[in-house]
């Protein structure tokens, strides 16, 4: 057994024998989103999970909008895990150091057209924090 089939082993051990307190977990996520006070919050405009999906047809990528006052961040996000990849666009173009935080944190750089590329597909929620010229942005926090 590996590393990772261990840790695995113990989280799942530890949901089922010692699970954490709903109050407890809630209290967590409060104080883990202060992390971000100092940046302004860009909301969630646009989620094409919220669209009508095809009956047939092969599956579509899924698109994230996020506005904040003086920019957009665009996603989108194909396949999932190690086998997906999220393109993003900052509009305005700028470049920018950006942040995914989240269970499999990334450090990215958006280039001077404000595109950029994580080659994984985050799992559970995560959010885009965004480093500009003058200005930190972070997006909501969202679910793949």
Do not use: K, Y
């Amino acid at each position: 057994m590996n590393d990772d089939e261990l840790e695995r082993e113990l989280r799942r051990a530890g949901g089922l024998f010692d699970p954490v307190p709903s109050d407890l977990l809630q209290t967590a996520v409060e104080a883990f989103a202060l992390r971000t006070l100092d940046a302004e919050l860009a909301e969630l405009a646009f989620d094409s999970l919220t669209e009508p999906a095809r009956v047939r047809g092969e599956e579509r990528p899924r698109m994230l909008t996020f506005h904040a006052p003086g920019l957009t961040v665009d996603l989108e996000i194909t396949g999932g895990g190690a086998d997906g990849r999220v393109v993003g666009q900052l509009i305005p173009p700028q470049a920018a150091r950006i942040e995914l935080l989240g269970r499999q944190p990334a450090a990215l750089t958006a280039d001077d057209l404000g595109r950029f590329v994580c080659e994984v597909v985050p799992t559970g929620p995560f959010s885009l924090r965004c480093r500009l010229a003058g200005a930190v942005v972070a997006t909501e926090w969202v679910t793949v």
